[in-house]
């Protein structure tokens, strides 16, 4: 009896095994026999209508990588390095540091002991990064399909300006800084908005970050510097005299996003170009007024929640052009509310006394980074060669997870990594300007 039931069975296997159908039932039932989930989509999944052809997928990253890269403003400047394959997650730079003079004589006939080269080391982590957009019913492996192309434009934009603010907030961590015309020596400090003593961008400015480079004998990217500028900033400089449009001396080698150049530096503009912002001190308002004050413990006339309470631990603040941080804040009523700070508070702010936020510059302005930069002052990861990919999954190739063939993806990741080599070649310029926007459009 079993004899014959096992006949039937592998006879009706058979007959399944002929069908699309059939296929399918057996797939599973192999893999639940296995004890396999089977809603996990492998990275070994392959087949008819479940992948992307190698000339599809080379289309794809191509188109990927020539939507970012316009956007990859800050790493065109850098020494660039492809992500290594099997290389751990960390990156290695070389600096190499100037040979001193070689001011000893030679005598004759006698061969000098000649000079070893010093290169060093530098090494950074790179981190992986990626999203992606999950279409329905769409996806048609059979042609380049506009729905595609449409999203690939979306996730060009979307890496480029993701990759770019990698790089850039680790090259503004540099400690070779500017601020104003060098005659202020901190960033609270930096004025904006008022009638006078506004510490707004000028050619002087320019002029003395490049005589800094000089100084410490960076070397100019071709024949000049270059610098990164955000557009609020750059037209304080676009109406000067000296200024010239880049379509007046056209170079060769145009960077992605070059508007001018003035004093030898040729400037790129960038809405990406870093902005430092000061958030409200508390959910109902940007700025509080001091009460009272004994010892380092502010008491305040606006209510603090406990949430604004804890949010503002650690945080800077400044009162009467002094700055202070933030080591606890006590919720309460108008009048009730009080913050205590880590240091000494030095000129007897009283009763009315406006406390702002200290992240950016005087009464809590914001404030722009203008980075100029000469060959070799920071490295960056690559994003050709493995280092930015467009992955498509079409529908269908999710198996079990996906039963009616009801949704595709298209994404993209990639691995960037970024260190600042030569702090002396680099000038972080910070100033204010006209525009100030607390935050609206932050970057």
Excluded at 299 to 314: C, F, K, R, S, W
């Amino acid at each position: 009896m079993y004899l014959i039931l096992l006949i039937i069975l592998a006879a009706s296997m058979f007959l399944l095994s002929k069908t699309n159908i059939g296929k399918r039932v057996i797939n599973l039932t192999m893999v639940l026999a296995m004890g396999v989930n089977p809603n996990t989509n492998v990275t070994t999944q392959t087949g008819a209508g479940q992948d992307l052809s190698p000339e599809m997928k080379t289309y794809y990253n191509k188109n990927l990588i020539r939507y970012a890269k316009p956007l990859l403003v800050h790493g065109q400047f850098g020494q660039k390095k492809p992500i290594p394959k099997r290389g751990g997650k960390s990156q290695e730079w070389r600096r190499r540091d100037p040979l001193p003079k070689a001011l000893t004589p030679l005598t004759e006939g006698v061969t000098p002991d000649g000079r070893k080269i010093e290169v060093k080391a530098m090494t950074a982590p790179v981190h992986q990064f990626g999203d992606y957009i999950t279409t329905s019913d769409v996806l048609e492996l059979t042609a380049i399909d506009p729905i595609i192309n449409d999203n690939l434009r979306d996730l060009g934009d979307q890496s480029g300006r993701t990759l770019d603010t990698v790089v850039r907030d680790i090259i503004n961590t540099g400690t070779n800084v500017q601020y104003g015309d060098g005659s202020i020596l901190a960033r609270h400090l930096l004025v904006g908005g008022e009638s006078t003593g506004n510490h707004y961008i000028t050619v002087k400015m320019v002029k003395n970050a490049v005589k800094t480079l000089k100084r410490y004998l960076a070397k100019k990217k071709g024949d000049s510097y270059v610098a990164i500028i955000h557009p609020d900033v750059s037209y304080h400089l676009t109406e000067d005299a000296k200024w010239q449009s880049v379509t007046n001396y056209n170079p060769k080698n145009w960077y992605n996003g070059e508007i001018g150049k003035i004093e030898g530096v040729r400037f790129v503009e960038s809405t990406e170009a870093k902005i430092f912002h000061a958030e409200d001190l508390s959910a109902g308002a940007r700025d509080l007024t001091v009460a009272s004050l004994s010892s380092k413990t502010f008491t305040i006339d606006e209510v603090l929640t406990a949430a604004d309470a804890t949010a503002l631990v650690g945080r800077k603040i400044i009162v009467k052009g002094v700055l202070y941080t933030v080591a606890e804040a006590a919720a309460g009523a108008a009048g009730a509310a009080t913050i205590t700070v880590k240091e000494t508070v030095t000129g007897t702010p009283g009763d009315g006394e406006i406390v702002y936020p200290g992240e950016a510059g005087a009464k809590g302005r914001d404030v722009y980074s203008t980075l100029i930069i000469g060959e070799d002052a920071y490295g960056v990861t690559t994003i050709d060669g493995g280092g930015l990919q467009n992955i498509v999954k079409a529908k269908g190739s999710a198996g079990t997870a996906d039963p009616l063939d009801q949704r595709s993806t298209q994404g993209w990741k990639a691995i960037q990594g970024a260190v600042v080599l030569t702090d002396a070649y680099m000038v972080r310029l910070e100033t204010c300007t006209e525009e100030n926007d607390y935050g609206a459009g932050i970057n």
